[in-house]
Every structure is written in C-alpha cells, then in structure tokens.
C-alpha cells in the first residue's frame, strides 16, 4: 500500500508538471509517454522484489524526456510536423479530399461519422473540414449550412460500393441510382467515391479525383424519408 501511495504521488506531481495538454488533447508523442509512464508506474507496485527507487527514477525520466522533446516541438519549427504532425484537410471546395483521408488511415464512413458527431449531416453545407494533428475534428459549414440539410442523408455508394444496408432504407432499387450515374456520365460505379441521398431527393456524387456535384432527383411513387 505504502508503494502504491508514493508511485502515485509521484505519477500526479510528474503530470502536473507536463501541463494542461497532457490531461487534455494529446500530442502523439504525448501519447507515447503517457503509456510508458503507466507501464513503468505498474511494475514496482505490483512486483515488491523490485526496488521502487526503479519505478520512480524511470518514471522521472521519462518527464525529462517530454520537457526536451516539447522544447524540440516548440523551437524548432521544421520538427513539429515531425514530431507532432500536421492538420489534414480531408473536405475543401472541390469536396472530399479522398488522398488526404488515405494518408489518416480513414475512409468517407470516418469522415461522415465526425461530421455527425460536429453537428453537420451533409457533405455539401461544409466548406472546409479538417482533422488536426492531435485527432481532433474541425469543419468550416458554409453561412446558410442549417437550411441545407433538412433531411438525413444515406451512403448510397461508398469509394465504389453500393451500400446495401443504406439502399434498403431508402426502399430504392440499386437500377434507379445506376440510371442517374449513366445519365451524369459516370462510367463505373468503382470511380464513385461517394454518394448520398436524402429524403427531399438531393443527392451528393463524388467522382475520385474530381469535384462534388449535387443532382436533384424525383424518387418514384413521391417516396421521401
């Protein structure tokens, strides 16, 4: 008990010291010392044939460690992107960046699932949107955003697939949606980056490596959602 105490005094003066961010949004090397500073906590608490002088000289060290690499990240400019990365704009004025959201280890589901979580159910009421270098989601919605999504919005098709989930929802056949990519000119539904479809008939279509455009569509028999 008496081990635990003082690793845990130790713990909570050694986060303390690292400053608000530690607790707060991370840095990726942040995160890195915050799991390195859990492990060498647990071994001297739970291990009584290790001296503890261990755990707390390795724990010390590992905040010697921040203080250099945060100096490294706030004086030499070059090496913040390095160290700490950069933001990602994964939406701008054409659409979906789709290279950008590759080079995050995302998807159109990811992104569509922050925007959500921001507030925003369409793609085309934002202007700007962007991941920044600690994980966290910002968008730029454009000035008359709220009028633009007055209905939820489905995946049809997303980076070359139909969403059959999605597409039973709708109650739409997979043809109706094929008729309005051929009449648009798309080749293939594979060169399809996304596509969306909501209850008024305003769909989203996204080609890979071209600029969004929005269509608007009568689905049959007046079917709205």
């Known amino acids: 008990m008496l081990r635990t105490a003082i690793i845990y005094v130790v713990l909570l003066v050694v986060m303390r010291l690292m400053g608000k961010r530690q607790i707060g949004e991370m840095q990726p090397f942040e995160l890195v010392i915050t799991l390195l500073i859990a ?3 647990c071994i001297p608490m739970a291990d009584t044939s ?5 755990g707390v000289v390795s724990v010390l060290a590992i905040y010697v460690l921040h203080e250099l690499v945060t100096l490294i990240d706030l004086k030499i400019k070059p090496l913040k992107s390095v160290i700490s990365g950069k933001p990602s704009v994964v939406i701008n004025k054409n659409g979906i960046d789709d290279y950008q959201l590759k080079r995050n280890n995302l998807d159109v589901s990811d992104l569509i699932e922050s925007l959500r979580a921001a507030g925003y159910f369409s793609l085309d009421c934002i202007d700007y949107a962007l991941y920044e270098s600690n994980g966290t989601f910002s968008a730029l919605p454009k000035q008359d955003y709220e009028g633009m999504q007055t209905s939820l919005p489905l995946v049809i098709i997303d980076n070359g697939k139909f969403d059959q989930k999605n597409l039973a929802l709708t109650g739409l056949e997979q043809a109706f949606f094929e008729d ?3 009449r648009e000119g798309v080749k293939s539904t594979k060169k399809v980056l996304v596509l969306t479809a ?14 969004f455009r929005t269509l608007r569509v009568n689905y049959p028999a007046g079917k709205t959602w």
């Open 39 to 41: 492990e060498l906590a």
């Open 50 to 54: 290790i001296p503890l002088l261990y």
């Open 180 to 182: 309005i990519l051929q």
């Open 198 to 211: 909501d209850g008024t008939g305003k769909l989203y279509l996204q080609e890979k490596g071209e600029k």
